[in-house]
């Protein structure tokens, strides 16, 4: 007896870990494996005779559209992703491999779900992007986006500059020396919390370092604009911060520059925001300085 005779293929697809789906014509299923309802929480008897379409995840209903149409032309497509409705409404990431049989007249497709790898693949974007203790932008990720804006405003008719503001905190250290790190780190998240409510949906607050942070501000914000906020987080900055029933003082020496100042390059900007924030802090501290390439 051949090996084939002895094996029923009903048998071999209640195996698999991935869903197998037949699709007639029109979109309807015709044929799912077990392994469909793993996947997606749909049992074969719900989801026969029902329209594939409707649990696609509705921001990739058209290119799904698209990848039906090339199937039904004969193309094979060995890999392609989209994003589908679970049973429990949450979205399930599928890889997908897919066939048009002419003769059947039917979209043969395996459905592997990746949803984990795409979850584990946003978090270490993420994570490479943002500050781990205060959830805030990093250095790399401010200097992408400043660049991008100095670029937009060099195309733009109106001549737009982008402004940056230079963030540092005075008397952080004692704080930090005295207390230890665990209420310095508590201090810095509830810090970059008030720079966050200054700057609202207008720009970006980003971590640079240390005690220091980068602000970009946004398209609309013009210079008096930033002045305006800038000295804002001076005065929120300047309020006491209550950390596990003390209270701490400290204040924000902050530099201002603006892509007015015919800059070339991002980190000239942030320099020139540097020197700004440094002459504040010669000043005493706890104020705006706003450079001035003439000085």
Same mark, same amino acid.
């Given at each position: +007896?051949?090996?084939?005779?002895?094996?029923?293929?009903?048998?071999?697809?209640? &195996?698999?870990?991935?869903?197998?789906?037949?699709?007639?014509?029109?979109?309807?299923?015709?044929? !799912?494996?077990?392994?469909?309802?793993?996947?997606?929480? #749909?049992?074969?008897?719900?989801?026969?005779?029902?329209?594939?379409?409707? +649990?696609?995840?509705?921001?990739?209903?058209?290119?799904?559209?698209? !990848?039906?149409?090339?199937?039904?032309?004969?193309?094979?497509?060995?890999?392609?992703?989209?994003?589908?409705?679970?049973?429990?409404?949450?979205?399930?990431?599928?890889?997908?491999?897919?066939?048009?049989?002419?003769?059947?007249?039917?979209?043969?497709?395996?459905?592997?779900?990746?949803?984990?790898?795409?979850? +584990?693949?946003?978090?270490?974007?993420?994570?490479?992007?943002?500050?781990?203790?205060?959830?805030?932008?990093?250095?790399?990720?401010? &200097?992408?986006?400043?660049?991008?804006?100095?670029?937009?405003?060099?195309?733009?008719?109106?001549?737009?500059?982008?402004?940056?503001?230079?963030?540092?905190?005075?008397?952080?250290?004692?704080?930090?020396?005295?207390?230890?790190?665990?209420?310095? @780190?508590?201090?810095?998240?509830?810090?970059?919390?008030?720079?966050?409510?200054?700057?609202?949906?207008?720009?970006?607050?980003?971590?640079?370092?240390? @005690?220091?942070?980068? !602000?970009?501000?946004?398209? @609309?914000?013009?210079?008096?604009?930033? &002045?305006?906020?800038?000295?804002?987080?001076? &005065?929120?900055?300047?309020?006491?911060?209550?950390?596990?029933?003390?209270?701490?003082?400290?204040?924000?020496?902050?530099?201002?520059?603006?892509?007015?100042?015919? !800059?070339?390059?991002?980190?000239?900007?942030?320099?020139?925001?540097?020197?700004?924030? #440094?002459?504040?802090?010669?000043?005493?501290?706890?104020?705006?300085?706003?450079?001035?390439?003439?000085?």
């Amino acid at each position: +007896m051949k090996a084939s005779e002895l094996i029923d293929l009903s048998d071999v697809l209640e &195996l698999m870990l991935d869903a197998v789906c037949v699709v007639d014509r029109f979109g309807r299923f015709v044929f !799912v494996s077990a392994a469909f309802e793993d996947v997606f929480g #749909y049992s074969p008897s719900e989801v026969i005779g029902q329209s594939m379409e409707s +649990m696609v995840f509705p921001e990739d209903k058209f290119k799904t559209t698209k !990848v039906v149409e090339t199937l039904l032309n004969g193309e094979i497509q060995p890999r392609f992703e989209n994003r589908w409705i679970h049973k429990s409404g949450r979205i399930v990431h599928v890889l997908w491999s897919a066939r048009w049989s002419e003769e059947h007249q039917v979209r043969i497709a395996v459905a592997h779900d990746i949803t984990e790898r795409k979850v +584990m693949e946003s978090r270490l974007v993420y994570m490479a992007a943002h500050d781990q203790l205060t959830g805030l932008p990093n250095r790399a990720f401010f &200097l992408e986006r400043l660049e991008e804006m100095l670029l937009r405003g060099r195309q733009n008719e109106k001549g737009f500059s982008p402004d940056v503001l230079f963030v540092d905190i005075d008397g952080f250290k004692q704080v930090n020396d005295n207390y230890g790190h665990g209420i310095g @780190d508590k201090l810095l998240q509830l810090i970059a919390q008030r720079l966050q409510h200054c700057v609202g949906e207008s720009g970006c607050v980003a971590r640079q370092g240390g @005690d220091e942070f980068l !602000v970009l501000l946004g398209d @609309d914000a013009s210079a008096s604009d930033a &002045l305006i906020i800038a000295q804002n987080m001076v &005065l929120e900055i300047s309020k006491p911060f209550d950390i596990e029933g003390l209270l701490f003082h400290v204040s924000a020496s902050i530099g201002l520059s603006s892509g007015k100042n015919h !800059v070339t390059t991002v980190l000239e900007l942030i320099q020139q925001a540097d020197l700004a924030m #440094y002459q504040a802090k010669k000043l005493g501290g706890s104020q705006v300085s706003v450079f001035n390439a003439g000085d």
